[in-house]
């Protein structure tokens, strides 16, 4: 804000990633979090490259277009 008064164009983005999949589910402890996996149906997660493409596709939007929030998840995730 402080920066756009000085007349700084600068767009700011929330990207929310599903499931994607990396190392970060071997580090979860949380049982309600790996319970509620083992339960659920399993479906295909996206790959950090899915999230590299958005991030990219944001970051080449013209100075007139503002993305501010885009949640991104897996098509067959419903949590």
């Excluded at 402080?2 to 700084?8: A, F, N, P, R, V």
């Excluded at 700011?12 to 339960?39: N, Q, R």
């Amino acid at each position: 804000m402080e920066l756009s008064q000085d007349g700084y164009k600068i767009n700011v983005a929330t990207i929310s990633p599903g499931a994607v999949m990396t190392e970060l589910s071997s580090h979860i402890t949380d049982t309600d979090i790996t319970d509620g996996w083992a339960k659920s149906k399993p479906f295909e997660m996206m790959q950090a490259k899915d999230i590299a493409d958005i991030v990219a596709f944001v970051l080449s939007r013209e100075g007139r277009v503002n993305i501010d929030n885009l949640t991104v998840k897996p098509q067959e995730q419903w949590f």
